[in-house]
């Protein structure tokens, strides 16, 4: 294959000009020739040779000099350098390699060594030409990405951006290795938490994040964190890529505004029909036959289901458009749970399912919505009765775990498969355990459930073997030891 590079020499030597000149060009190369250094930072200039390789001691400015120069200006730095010595003394290497030259060739060497010298040469600048293209088609492609990208180091110092976030978090280059990633971003809970993996090296993917840049502009993120190797001797940071999700959460917002306004809306008619039914059933417009009751009787089933059913999605989406005050107060938990088991006996005796209660303290006080917190109890044991066939326990236990109460449900009715266990916090989720046996629902209690229990900062976990059972245990944090004080004034939190 012939070579096409082009070499530059520089030499004051015409014998050693002549010798390079007949060696290059026999082996293919192209190649210009100077004979001082100032002659030679021109021609590397004006070429762009793939190579230079220069004489040391030249009338004018010599070789160090020339070299300098050219390891300076940006078009010629990357060119691969070498310097002809008459000696192989290690000082004098070290200065070349200080002076930023690549390489250097002894001027006595024979042809062989010369030429290998040079391919090596070549084959280096190759290879860096290479990685800077690629580098630089990478910087393009990171740059017209629509999503935001930010590189940190491991100290948290911000050591690259792309140019939407340049635009968006204000950033200009003087920044790079000076500001930190607290400093980019505005201090929010969730900007704090997102330091709070890069500090420790941690990744994370689908992170839910909002930006509020002083409430002029509030954008809603997805949040990738990779660790990345910044350069050799760098150790890891964090590549931080924002994913925009504003326009979708808006659009979501509206269509959840608009679905309640329609639920809202659905619950008058609803409660005048099933006003009207009940009057008509209490015989306050005359007898009825047996069939009309019947009817009548399905008629108010029917409208007390979809009574349940606007009311549950109100109360999801009151919560999902945080519309939800926490009415918090200082109450004992144990005494609540006991009441709302009692409450529900009579389900459990009808389906002959037995209903164990155990708490242990008596007295276990808890500042939360005790509505709040009643409505999950009722769900959960209705849940587990339901789910559960004739004959079967159902237990509810209530106690202090850490510094928080917690109240376990557990029955041992149909269970759950693992699949259905990931997904049944979701909304109108109803599993398949529940359609093959019929059993009524509308696939928002435990929806409704959660958002309570996390509005409190709690937990919720659930255990279950399908055709064995399942277990249910909450965890809400506030637990005392101080003896109940009914506050006056409900504490508002919000949700
Ligand atoms: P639903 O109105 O359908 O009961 P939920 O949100 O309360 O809605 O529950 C969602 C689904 O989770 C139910 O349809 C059922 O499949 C499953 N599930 C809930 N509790 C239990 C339980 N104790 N045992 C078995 N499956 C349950």
Same mark, same amino acid.
């Given at each position: ?18 010798? $390079? ?20 930072? $021109? ?11 220069? @004489?040391?001691?030249?009338?004018? $400015? ?80 990171? @740059? ?41 971003? %505005? ?61 979708? !959460? ?18 008058? %008619? ?30 108010? @089933? ?18 999902? &458009? !945080? ?35 155990? &708490?242990? %303290? ?26 559960? @066939? ?27 498969? %693992? ?9 109108? !989720? ?66």
């Amino acid at each position: 294959m012939k070579n096409r590079e082009l070499i530059l020499v520089v030499d004051d030597s015409s014998t050693i000009r002549e010798r $390079m000149k007949s060696i290059l060009i026999e082996n293919g190369y192209d190649v210009i020739l100077r004979n001082d250094g100032q002659a030679g930072v $021109m021609a590397a200039l004006e070429y762009s040779p793939d190579l230079i390789i220069m @004489d040391l001691n030249m009338p004018g $400015m010599n070789g160090l000099e020339a070299s300098a120069i050219l390891k300076r200006y940006p078009q010629t730095s990357l060119i691969p350098l070498a310097v002809f010595t008459d000696d192989n003394k290690t000082e004098n290497k070290v200065a070349f390699f200080e002076a930023g030259v690549e390489d250097f060739i002894v001027k006595d060497s024979d042809e062989a060594e010369v030429l290998a010298r040079v391919a090596g040469l070549l084959r280096w600048g190759r290879n860096r030409n290479m990685i800077i293209d690629e580098k630089s088609k990478l910087g393009t492609l990171i @740059d017209i990405l629509s999503d935001l990208v930010l590189i940190v180091n491991r100290e948290g110092l911000l050591v690259f951006y792309n140019r939407i976030a340049a635009l968006r978090f204000r950033l200009i280059p003087e920044l790079i290795n000076q500001i930190s990633i607290k400093d980019v971003l %505005p201090d929010s809970k969730h900007v704090r938490e997102l330091c709070d993996h890069i500090e420790n090296g941690r990744e994370a993917t689908g992170m839910e994040i909002e930006i509020n840049n002083g409430g002029i502009d509030i954008r809603h993120y997805i949040v990738d964190i990779s660790r990345v190797r910044i350069d050799m001797e760098e150790d890891v940071g964090g590549a931080i890529v924002f994913r925009d999700i504003t326009a979708e !959460k808006e659009a979501e917002k509206l269509k959840s505004e608009f679905y309640s306004m329609m639920a809202h809306e659905m619950r008058t %008619p609803i409660s005048v029909v099933l006003g009207y039914t009940q009057l008509i059933l209490e015989g306050k417009t005359g007898e009825l036959t047996d069939l009309q009751e019947e009817f009548l009787r399905g008629v108010e @089933d029917k409208g007390k289901a979809l009574k349940k059913l606007v009311n549950d999605f109100l109360e999801v989406s009151r919560f999902e &458009n !945080k519309f939800v005050r926490l009415h918090n107060v200082d109450f004992n938990v144990a005494e609540l749970v006991s009441n709302t088991v009692t409450g529900i006996k009579l389900l459990a005796q009808n389906k002959n399912i037995t209903l164990e209660y155990e &708490n242990n %303290p008596a007295r276990l006080v808890i500042n939360a919505d005790k509505d709040k917190l009643e409505q999950v109890i009722i769900n959960l044991v209705e849940n587990a009765i339901k789910y559960t @066939d004739e004959g079967g326990t159902v237990s509810v236990r209530c106690g202090r775990l850490d510094e928080g109460v917690c109240v376990a449900i557990e029955d041992n009715g149909i269970g759950m498969s %693992p699949e259905e266990l990931e997904i049944i916090f979701e909304r109108f !989720k109803r599993l398949d355990n529940a359609e093959k046996k019929k059993i009524k629902g509308t696939g928002l209690g435990l929806a409704i459930v959660k958002e309570i229990i996390d509005a409190h900062n709690g937990r919720i976990e659930v255990e279950s073997i399908e055709g064995k059972g399942s277990s249910f245990s909450l965890w809400i944090p506030g637990a005392r030891d101080s003896e109940i004080v009914q506050s006056d004034v409900p504490v508002e939190i919000e949700a």
